[in-house]
């Protein structure tokens, strides 16, 4: 069975702190993909970042980055520069590739972590 | 265009009462869902469709009812509805083999209010 660990409910930082969000997966598949969504006060689910099992690469995408390491099963999120417009909840999610045996997708989330940034 | 689009945005009723969530996807994607996210923010799939047919369908009472007439439109029905029914009730759709950048992609979720 998925399951995706977010250990921090609530993280609090000063503007132009970095922040990192903790994330750990678990899945027995070799083939599986992980995202993050940022859910800001208004409530929609905005899409951060997706990335394949086969590939490793960290990712960079102005102040937002990405560590994904298999070897513990991680899937981090580093806020560079924080801004007050960061404040919202964070969820990492898992979804593994079940179409390959004719199951049915389903993106299992974490249970999100809260940033607030403060002035 | 809006590609998950989900009405109403907002719903207040009475406990007892029946409702329907509707849901259209003009991506022409083959698979959509539902998703509750609950009072603790814990999102958590309800049921999939993949071209009209349920494929998955997780331990939900039986009130609810999901239909899905074609498969750019994924409605959800709910009978009797209860307190405990009260949540944002994400959509959402994807192809089955997760093809395309984003994967899945959500509607901007309808709250529930029961009364």
């Known amino acids: 069975a998925q399951k995706v660990t977010q250990a921090q409910t609530e993280i609090s930082v000063v503007e132009k702190e970095d922040v990192t969000l903790d994330c750990v997966y678990e899945?027995?598949?070799?083939?599986?993909?992980l995202f993050w969504y940022k859910q800001p006060p208004s409530g929609e689910l905005v899409f951060l970042i997706r990335?394949?099992?086969?590939?490793?690469q960290n990712e960079i995408s102005g102040r937002y980055s990405w560590n994904f390491q298999k070897s513990t099963s991680s899937f981090n999120f580093t806020i560079t520069a924080s801004q007050v417009v960061d404040s919202a909840v964070y969820f990492c999610?898992?979804?593994?590739?079940?179409?390959?045996?004719?199951?049915?997708?389903?993106?299992?989330f974490g249970t999100g972590t809260q940033l607030k940034v403060e002035l | 265009d809006t590609a998950v689009s989900q009405t109403p945005k907002y719903l207040v009723t009475q406990m007892g009462n029946d409702k329907s969530i509707k849901c259209e996807q003009n991506?022409?994607?083959?698979?959509m869902y539902w998703y509750k996210q609950d009072s603790k923010k814990f999102l958590k799939i309800m049921f999939s469709?993949?071209?009209?047919?349920?494929?998955i369908n997780e331990t939900v009472p039986n009130r609810f009812s999901p239909k899905s007439p074609d498969k750019a439109h994924l409605n959800l029905h709910i009978n009797s509805l209860e307190l405990g029914d009260s949540a944002v009730y994400f959509c959402?759709?994807?192809?089955?083999?997760?093809?395309?950048?984003?994967?899945?992609?959500f509607g901007s979720g309808t709250r529930l209010t029961v009364v």
């Open positions: 959402a759709s994807s192809q089955r083999g997760l093809q395309g950048g984003r994967g899945y992609t």
């Open positions: 899945t027995r598949d070799t083939t599986y993909y």
């Open positions: 990335r394949n099992s086969f590939d490793e």
């Open positions: 999610a898992l979804s593994e590739a079940p179409w390959l045996t004719g199951g049915g997708n389903k993106l299992t």
């Open positions: 991506l022409g994607h083959d698979t």
């Open positions: 469709y993949n071209n009209k047919e349920l494929i």
